[in-house]
């Protein structure tokens, strides 16, 4: 099942400044080929410190396992807001 563009409410998953953020996101793109899926953040506490935020998930298969790769692709809304690292 393909749903691209479903909105997405997620609380507590992103940490920054030791705080826990709520958002709203969709789903922006599903890529069977490369099994990744992202979401773009659309409301919420992120959006108070990013002009756009969008996290990319990628499974890699790895024989027994599979390996998840996340990408962060954002822009700050000014140059005082701190890198999102957790």
Do not use: C
């Not at 997405?8 to 940490?15: A, D, F, I, P, V």
């Amino acid at each position: 099942m393909r749903v691209i563009g479903a909105a997405l409410s997620s609380r507590g998953t992103m940490l920054s400044y030791g705080k826990a953020l709520v958002s709203k996101q969709i789903i922006e793109a599903v890529d069977d080929k490369n099994k990744s899926i992202t979401f773009k953040a659309i409301e919420g506490d992120l959006m108070k410190e990013y002009k756009s935020f969008k996290v990319l998930f990628q499974a890699i298969p790895k024989g027994d396992f599979t390996l998840v790769h996340w990408t962060l692709e954002y822009e700050k809304l000014n140059k005082d807001i701190l890198v999102p690292l957790k």
